[in-house]
C-alpha cells in the first residue's frame, strides 16, 4: 500500500498522559496537513506543512499540541497533559503542489480516546 | 471567516431517484470547492473539484458564485453511492485553512 499512513490506529490514554501520533505521506508529496474530526463533524484543520515548514497553524490548536516533520517526510503529532475533550479521530493527508489544484491523500486516521 | 454549511445530516433516497446533497459556502474571495465521500470501513477521498467540471460516478457539482452553493448532484442514485458525503473550500492561499462542512450521509435504499 502506496497510500499514507498513520500510526497507531488506535490510542487509549489517561487524563494528563502525553501522546504522539506518526503520519507517513505519499512519497513524492511536499504537503502534508493534520485534521481533527470529532463524531458528527467533519473534519477540523489543525495545521499544515510546505515539506519541512509548518505554514499555517489553527487558532484553535492549543499549545499542547505541537506537529513537526523533520526533513519533509513523516510527520509527528504530539499531544502534552491530554484531557478527554481530546478525544477524536486525528486524520493526516498529504498533497503535492500543483497547478491544478491541491487533492489531498488522506489517511486511515488514529483514533484517540482519553479516559 | 471560511465557512461551509451542508444543512442536511442525513439524506435517503430510493435507488433510481435522483440525489441533490446541498452545501453552501461563505468566503470572501475565490475559493477552491471540493466535493469528498467516505465509504463505509474507508478513507476519505476526494470525489470531484468545482475546477475539473469533471462527472465522477454519475455526479456533478456546479460552482454558483451568487448563491455561494456548491451542490452535489445525480441523476439516478445506486445503492453503492451510500457514504458520508463532505463539501469544502480551501481559500486563495492555496493549500492553508482547508475547511469542511459538517457532512452529509447518504443513504439510498433498495
Known amino acids: 500500500d502506496t497510500g499514507v499512513s498513520q500510526d497507531p490506529r488506535h490510542k487509549i490514554t489517561k487524563r494528563g498522559q502525553n501522546v504522539t501520533f506518526r503520519c507517513d505521506p505519499i512519497s513524492e508529496h511536499n504537503r502534508l496537513y493534520w485534521y481533527r474530526q470529532t463524531l458528527g463533524q467533519g473534519p477540523e484543520f489543525l495545521t499544515y506543512?510546505?515539506?519541512?515548514?509548518?505554514?499555517?497553524k489553527s487558532r484553535l490548536l492549543s499549545d499542547r499540541f505541537s506537529a513537526e516533520r523533520p526533513k519533509g517526510s513523516f510527520s509527528t503529532l504530539e499531544i502534552q497533559r491530554t484531557e478527554q475533550g481530546d478525544s477524536a479521530m486525528y486524520l493526516c493527508?498529504?498533497?503535492?503542489?500543483?497547478?491544478?489544484?491541491?487533492?489531498?491523500?488522506f489517511g486511515p486516521g488514529t483514533r484517540l480516546t482519553v479516559t | 471567516a471560511q465557512r461551509v454549511t451542508q444543512p442536511e445530516k442525513l439524506l435517503s433516497v430510493f435507488k433510481g431517484a435522483p440525489v441533490e446533497l446541498k452545501c453552501n459556502y461563505s468566503y470572501s474571495g475565490s475559493p477552491e470547492l471540493f466535493w469528498y465521500v467516505q465509504y463505509s470501513r474507508q478513507r476519505l477521498q476526494l470525489l470531484l473539484r468545482h475546477i475539473s467540471r469533471e462527472s465522477i460516478k454519475g455526479f456533478t457539482a456546479d460552482l454558483n458564485k451568487g448563491e455561494t452553493s456548491f451542490h452535489l448532484k445525480k441523476p439516478f442514485a445506486q445503492e453503492e453511492d451510500s457514504a458520508m458525503y463532505y463539501c469544502a473550500l480551501s481559500g486563495q492561499n492555496y493549500g492553508q485553512n482547508f475547511v469542511f462542512g459538517p457532512g452529509t450521509r447518504l443513504s439510498v435504499l433498495p
Open positions: 493527508a498529504s498533497s503535492l503542489e500543483g497547478r491544478t489544484g491541491d487533492e489531498q491523500y
Open positions: 506543512f510546505q515539506n519541512e515548514a509548518q505554514l499555517e
